[in-house]
């Protein structure tokens, strides 16, 4: 394997040709449920918004809906602390959640009609969003970490990786107890030997395409 080197512009751009040209297997609606995994050190939410455009331009309405935005309620979420690495690799996000009103609709004989945001963590709360629709042919960008691995249903898969020393420097010391949960991650996943693409962001600013060598 070899790392490419690449601006953070022509990531934006290879990746929105690929995700185009891309077909969602033989549904007929054709709409394309795409993961962007990562930390949040790896900035997976602005991957996702620099590609929105881009998608559109090139003929694929694309939504973006973040895991942030389906957590699961505090009780739970902090059913064993505030800062409980464990806990936020298993019991933190809402993919029940995430399948039932997002990428269910999105699959083969869906509605196409889903909701952009469940729970809002601030309020503790329902978010309150209305559904939207996404038609025939759309993209899905659904960004956040532990995205890989659980049998959520993406046609496409992109992992941000970075090594432990950069994910620990690049991670709010606020949210440094979640670094067990990406080192487990890493073990017991190991998203980087099956996602359609790796990308390196040691540094977020200069990316690197992992391809094969």
Known sequence: MRARPVSFATLVA???DRLAGSVAGSDP????R???DGAPATRPDALAEALIDPLRVRGRPALHVRTADFLRPASLRFEFGRTD????YTGWFDEAGLRREVLDPLGPGGTGKILPALWNPRTDRSARAAYVDLPAGG?????GPLLLGGGL?????VHLAMSPAALARRTDPDEAWTLPAFARYTDEVAPGS????????DDPRHPAVVEPG
């Open 14 to 16: 290879e990746l929105a």
């Open 34 to 36: 795409v993961a962007l």
């Open 139 to 143: 993209v899905l960008l659904v960004s």
């Open 194 to 201: 099956f996602a359609d693409l790796v990308v390196r962001v």
């Open 29 to 32: 609606a054709g709409r394309l």
């Open 85 to 88: 690495p464990d806990n936020y």
């Open 153 to 157: 249903p993406f046609e496409y898969a």
